[in-house]
């Protein structure tokens, strides 16, 4: 088998004292889509942004592409083109939606600035609209589609997206993991969703991952999870209430 | 009315200094949320190496046009007061980045202090005297009792603030070096997710606030005359105040702010008494404070979540 595109192995990660990540492995292959699901406070977004090296991983290693990565600063990490839309979507309130996108294209030195606009146009005609709005102005639809239009614009070889669907109508959700699915079909785009929803993430995933208290406890194909009656329990019927 | 226009001319001339150094303030604390509280003493020590080097060329070239000596000052100054900065956020304020909020600042009041007495110490602590430069002056009304006038420095000043300012305008919101100092103003951690080197970024803001603080210093002693190890104090105070009043983190407001402050000092000298022209300063600054906390400029804090 071929190295994974993203492998992480013994990943502990603090803030502080506390212990949040208790060694976590987990790989994301080259285009795969992987999840990672899990509840409040699991530690799902502790290991996004440890990938990125902030927290910096106390333990473990983090190998992205053959080259380990887990004691690199954060803005080279970025340069090797992975791309995050991360928790909260952090959208500069007080720049336009193409400023938004410019800073995206920064790394490439806006090489196929015109090109990836209309790439990312083309998947959200939405943004185009807004073009010259201040960022801060959007709704929180097209703020994710801003954050994950803005991680797309490195061309990134893996996208990291921290729960996109959150706090968005269902009509959005699905416009968005759409999206996801075909950049993945398409352009082999490797992407790595932590999600709540659990139900669509493992619908979309190849494989997944559940998280509990920083430890992965099950991991398998998407649809094998979805099948399993404690991921059932805890992720899937338990959240209809 | 002949009063008015003179004072109008002197205050917009002390208001274009105030306004360069402010600039320094609203961009550092825009970036990295410290006041630095050290910017008035590297204004103070542009001024220093303006003279420094006007006295050099005195004596390794003789004489050569005013116009060329000024550039010569604007120039060293820039690159040396920029190097300084530089220096001072390296050691001073860099190792503290992520510990507690008070500790840049107190470790900037150090850096103040270390720089009024190093230059005290290396230069000694009497006034020093530069030769007039640019004193002709155009007179602009002339009435019996009151000729309005601006002289060729005042107008030099205002020329060079315009300049400087369209320029940096520009810099702050049309380039991706002023979109990368922005996104860090904005959010930090975000610009590094995105590939930007935020300690670069924060150096570079720290290299372009001294680099104008230089020019500020250049034209205080072109203006006055005279330099002083002490000249940081009350330059500074202005400025930060300034900065506030028009809405610290925004760069128009400082601008509007260093004005504003210029004109208040310069028409309650010219109407009321000399003495009290701080506290009129002040005091406009503390009842804009009452009525509108975030200043004249500043953008409240509205987020969506």
């Given amino acids: ?241 | 009315m002949e009063v008015f226009l003179q004072q109008l001319i002197n205050g917009i001339t002390l208001g274009s200094i105030y306004g360069l150094i402010a600039i320094g303030y609203t961009m550092v604390f825009g970036i990295i949320g410290m006041v630095n509280f050290a910017h008035g003493d590297v204004f103070m020590v542009s001024a220093f190496i303006a003279m420094i080097t006007f006295l050099l060329i005195g004596a390794l070239v003789g004489s050569v046009p005013v116009v060329i000596a000024i550039v010569l000052m604007l120039v060293v100054a820039m690159v040396l007061t920029s190097l300084w900065n530089w220096t001072i956020e390296r050691v001073a304020y860099r190792p503290l980045r992520g510990s507690f909020r008070l500790a840049p600042l107190i470790s900037a009041i150090g850096v103040s202090i270390f720089l009024s007495n190093f230059v005290q110490v290396t230069q000694g602590p009497r006034n020093k005297p530069v030769p007039g430069m640019l004193n002709d002056v155009i007179i602009l009304v002339e009435s019996p009792t009151y000729n309005v006038a601006i002289s060729y420095k005042q107008i030099m000043i205002m020329v060079v603030t315009a300049i400087l300012l369209a320029a940096f305008w520009y810099l702050v919101q049309k380039t991706s070096l002023g979109r990368a100092q922005r996104a860090c103003e904005q959010d930090r951690k975000m610009a590094s997710l995105l590939g930007i080197d935020v300690d670069r970024t924060i150096s570079i803001t720290f290299v372009m606030g001294a680099a104008l603080a230089a020019v500020a210093g250049v034209m205080y002693m072109v203006y006055y005359g005279v330099v002083s190890f002490s000249d940081g104090f009350n330059p500074g105070v202005k400025a930060f105040t300034a900065a506030v009043l028009g809405g610290i983190g925004s760069l128009p407001g400082a601008v509007v702010g260093g004005l504003l402050i210029g004109l208040i000092e310069v028409f309650w000298s010219a109407y009321f008494t000399i003495d009290y022209k701080d506290v009129a300063a002040f005091s406009i600054l503390a009842i804009t404070l009452i009525f509108m906390p975030q200043g004249l400029l500043g953008k409240p804090e509205v987020e969506k979540v």
């Fill in chain 1, 1 to 241: 088998m071929t190295e994974p595109l993203l492998s992480i192995r013994g990943v502990k990660t603090y803030y502080g004292k506390i212990i949040a990540l208790k060694g976590v492995d987990l790989d994301v292959n080259e285009g795969e889509i992987v999840t990672l699901i899990g509840a409040n406070g699991a530690g799902k977004s502790t290991l996004m942004m440890t990938i990125f090296g902030s927290p910096r991983a106390r333990e473990g290693k983090i190998v992205y592409q053959g080259s380990d990565i887990s004691r690199m600063p954060t803005h080279e990490i970025a340069r090797m083109r992975i791309a995050q839309s991360p928790e909260g979507r952090r959208i500069f309130p007080r720049m336009s939606v193409m400023e938004n996108l410019q800073m995206g294209a920064a790394i490439n030195d806006f090489a196929h600035m015109d090109e990836d606009l209309k790439r990312v146009f083309d998947l959200f005609p939405r943004l185009k609209e807004r073009i010259n709005q201040r960022g801060g102005t959007l709704s929180g639809g097209e703020q994710q589609m801003l954050a994950i239009a803005r991680a797309l614009m490195s061309r990134p070889k893996l996208l990291l997206l921290d729960e996109p669907s959150l706090g968005l109508a269902p009509l959005v959700v699905k416009l968005i993991f759409d999206a996801i699915r075909d950049l993945n079909r398409t352009e082999g785009l490797s992407v790595f969703l932590v999600e709540q929803n659990a139900f669509h993430a493992l619908k979309l995933a190849h494989r997944g991952y559940v998280m509990v208290n920083g430890v992965i406890t099950m991991s398998g194909s998407g649809k094998e999870l979805l099948e399993r009656p404690e991921v059932r329990a805890a992720y899937l019927e338990g959240g209809r209430h």
